[in-house]
């Protein structure tokens, strides 16, 4: 028959343990000074209770004084009085009060045996709370459901289970006791997980390190669990896969997810989702839009930093195929810009002959245009995909009309030029001849001759002339004009004529591509082109290229002639844009006092009046078309020079000093006879020498620069060939600070010395193609930031790669391996 343990009473009092765990009383209080004289006679004793549990130390001799301490089994103390069951005693350096049933006169052995005539030792284990990750064990009073709530434990909580009993368990927990339900405890512990979502777009890496392969990517909102967090890197599992992310990319509330959608038609930006709302700000067809939400047939939309609500069906994920055409009517004539597509419509304005417009569709004989800020309609008939000459900047006060949609121009108070988006180029050498052709455009043309020969560039168009250099076959050359058999041209930092028959306009093959091994590998980026524009333009990437610049006219304080202006002062800071309106880019701003030319006046689309004026400056910030152009690998993954742009920096071209140095770095100023540094950088640090010498005839003007030829910096000479530190505010002063700080005292030094900083900042780093030192597509895709980026010029990588290409072009053999992006649709 079934027997049971049965325990005296007696025992159970005296026996503390976690299954019969007794309240130890004890009290204390602070005992004066005056109260304990030297004649106060004491007594040492021992606290007697279990091992596992311990007796309290009180401020009075009562239950309900504070606890000053938790005394252990065995603890000798000084015993001062005893009176009603309480014990004043000092321990520790605390005077306080203990129930005097727990002393004994007698040393205590620490052991974990009972004082008991019967022994009897209650056995614990050790379980964990094994619930769901959102949800959590409600601990009890007592085994029911009916037993008050002491606390709620979460997954993976420790817990002390004392005894089991009809699927109740009586457990410790948090320096509580009581019961839980026996099938919510796990022997071993579960893993505890947290839900978190991404703040922007990240890539879950094979181990704790950015060097870590990339597992997936997941884009900014998605939900992540996470499993633990180590040295600011999280463990977490995102669409069925497992990796490493950094911590600070993750978030306990989910981001604000945006979206980017494209105007199919001209838009108004309302103030609230109604047609009611006041219109904040308009958005041409094509305009990228940022989509916050969406309800109820509107959107909550950002256009140009100003934000409110568009209809929804207005917007595309694609953006729609927007035409530029040129007004193309007699010189005397306009075309009339009408509010409707019917000759009956309200007239707008007046367009002269040249006028570019751009076309958002054509129905009929009408097309729907935009121009000089205004939308409406013209006859398509007068547009034509190529600017028409004009013979003259000021329109003839003489008319003809046609069909009443041309009228004469009487616009005579404004002033008209054209300004075209690219210079021209300028050239050494610059030659007249009845028999030449000529092209404002840079046209490359490739070097034809025979494996193993060379073609001569000479000083001047003649065989007799002295020779600048010599051309290898499929030297990619800048063609400007031919005349009589000869091509002025330049290539590899030299400017001369050569023999118009070696030349070709197709892509001639090198001397080693016979035997060339060229390897192409994709990496995607988890962010679309648009992104990726948007992210750029928030750092204002820099450009030379000339652009139609306009300016508020409320931004001048005086102008020369209120009928006919011509310039105008600045009052106060303005932004100059690339259109009129404050929809357009910034592309540089007019300080105070600033005088600007005026070439033109027009409406901007608010109705806002604004000045086309001339811009005399170098560089500029880029306009998003352009940026979205250089950001596109598509532009140039497909061609011989520009794909080059893509080439792993970390392979080793295997030079021939004295080759390098008779072809390539002959009359390079500071750099002739630096083959063997170059090799030696390339070499320790395991960058493509091509690549170095390359980098370094562009930062130093073909080693002509201040920097490079030695600049004085608190009383040293030092060098600098990569342009480290040369910042576009003070080029000089820093990059020789820069110099200074690396002890760059001789051109070696600052050869091999810059290859460091390149490898270490750069190419090591993950940035090892020219595409990924000038974009850091990697960065932008992680942390929605435009950073660590090599140059502020949009057209940086693009302009290495001609020279990489000719010094390819050396040798008899060779190997590529190309790393191309790819971004998101």
Not at 492 to 520: F, R
Not at 535 to 544: E, L
Request: with cysteine.
């Amino acid at each position: 028959m079934k027997k049971s343990l049965v325990i005296p009473t007696l025992c159970l009092a005296v026996l503390s343990t976690p299954a019969f765990e007794k309240v130890v009383h004890a009290a204390s209080s602070e005992v004066s000074k005056s109260s304990i004289t030297s004649t106060v006679k004491t007594t040492t004793k021992y606290v007697n209770v279990s091992s596992s549990s311990s007796l309290m130390l009180r401020s009075k001799a009562s239950t309900s004084g504070k606890v000053l301490d938790h005394l252990k089994r065995g603890t000798a103390v000084t015993v001062y009085s005893t009176s009603n069951g309480w014990s004043k005693i000092k321990v520790n350096g605390k005077t306080g009060y203990v129930s005097s049933k727990y002393l004994s006169t007698a040393k205590i052995s620490t052991s974990t045996v009972e004082k008991s005539s019967t022994t009897a030792t209650v056995k614990t284990t050790t379980k964990y709370v094994n619930v769901s990750s959102n949800s959590s064990l409600t601990l009890r009073s007592q085994a029911s459901t009916k037993g008050k709530m002491l606390a709620s434990l979460k997954r993976g909580t420790s817990v002390t289970v004392y005894s089991t009993s009809k699927g109740w368990s009586k457990v410790k927990a948090n320096g509580k006791t009581g019961y839980v339900h026996s099938q919510y405890l796990s022997t071993t512990k579960p893993v505890v997980t947290t839900t978190k979502y991404a703040t922007t777009s990240i890539s879950i890496r094979s181990t704790a390190s950015t060097k870590g392969s990339v597992v997936t990517k997941a884009s900014k909102g998605a939900s992540v669990t996470v499993y633990s967090t180590t040295n600011g890197w999280s463990k977490v599992t995102v669409s069925g896969k497992t990796g490493y992310v950094e911590s600070k990319y993750l978030s306990t509330t989910k981001p604000v997810v945006t979206t980017t959608k494209y105007a199919t038609t001209s838009i108004s930006i309302r103030s609230t989702a109604s047609t009611k709302g006041s219109v904040v700000t308009k958005a041409s067809k094509g305009a990228s839009v940022t989509v916050y939400s969406t309800t109820n047939g509107w959107s909550k939309v950002t256009v140009s930093g100003k934000t409110g609500y568009v209809e929804s069906k207005y917007l595309s994920t694609t953006k729609p195929v927007v035409t530029t055409k040129y007004v193309d009517v007699d010189e005397s004539s306009s075309l009339i810009l009408r509010s409707t597509a019917s000759e009956t419509g309200t007239i707008l304005t007046s367009l002269k002959r040249g006028t570019s417009v751009t076309v958002y569709s054509t129905t009929g004989d009408w097309a729907k245009v935009e121009a000089n800020g205004k939308t409406g309609y013209v006859h398509s008939k007068y547009l034509s995909l190529t600017k028409p000459s004009t013979s003259s900047n000021t329109p003839s006060t003489s008319s003809t009309t046609n069909n009443n949609n041309t009228s004469s121009s009487s616009n005579t108070n404004t002033a008209s030029t054209s300004n075209s988006n690219s210079s021209s180029n300028v050239t050494e050498n610059d030659h007249s001849d009845s028999n030449s052709t000529t092209t404002s455009e840079s046209i490359i043309k490739y070097v034809n001759v025979s494996n193993g020969s060379s073609l001569n560039m000479r000083s001047t168009p003649s065989s007799s002339a002295s020779i600048v250099t010599k051309l290898a076959r499929g030297t990619a050359v800048t063609f400007y004009s031919e005349a009589n058999g000869w091509s002025l041209v330049s290539a590899n930092g030299k400017t001369g004529y050569v023999n118009s028959a070696y030349l070709s306009s197709t892509v001639v093959q090198l001397p080693g591509a016979a035997t060339a091994k060229i390897s192409k590998v994709y990496e995607a980026y988890n962010i679309t082109l648009n992104d990726a524009v948007n992210i750029q333009m928030k750092v204002n990437p820099q450009t030379d290229k000339k652009y139609s610049t306009f300016i508020s006219s409320s931004a001048f304080s005086s102008l020369n002639s209120s009928t006919n202006p011509t310039q105008g002062v600045v009052s106060g800071t303005w932004n100059i844009r690339g259109g009129a309106g404050t929809n357009y880019w910034v592309v540089a701003t007019a300080k105070n006092g600033t005088t600007l030319k005026i070439l033109s006046k027009v409406k901007a689309a608010d109705g806002s009046t604004w000045y086309q004026v001339s811009l005399d400056q170098s560089w500029v910030n880029a306009s998003p078309d352009d940026v979205k152009y250089y950001l596109d690998p598509n532009n140039f993954s497909s061609d011989a020079i520009q794909q080059l742009q893509f080439l792993k920096l970390s392979t080793s071209a295997n030079l021939d000093p004295a080759e390098v140095n008779e072809r390539i770095l002959a009359g390079k100023g500071i750099l002739a006879g630096k083959a063997a540094a170059f090799i030696k950088a390339g070499q320790t640090y395991g960058i493509n020498e091509i690549y170095l010498i390359a980098h370094a005839l562009l930062e130093t003007g073909k080693g002509t620069s201040d920097l490079a030829n030695g600049v004085s910096y608190k009383g040293v000479t030092v060098y600098n060939m990569y342009g480290i530190g040369a910042y576009d505010n003070d080029p000089t002063t820093g990059g020789a600070a820069y110099a200074y700080s690396q002890g760059w005292t001789t051109p070696e030094k600052a050869i091999i010395g810059g290859a460091a900083f390149i490898a270490k900042d750069f190419i090591n780093a993950g940035q090892d193609t020219l595409y990924k030192m000038r974009w850091n597509p990697n960065a932008a895709a992680a942390s929605n930031t435009a950073t660590h980026q090599y140059a502020t010029d949009i057209g940086w990588a693009s302009k290495q790669v001609q020279q990489i290409y000719n010094l390819y072009s050396l040798l008899t053999s060779y190997s590529l391996t190309l790393d191309i992006p790819t971004y998101k649709e």
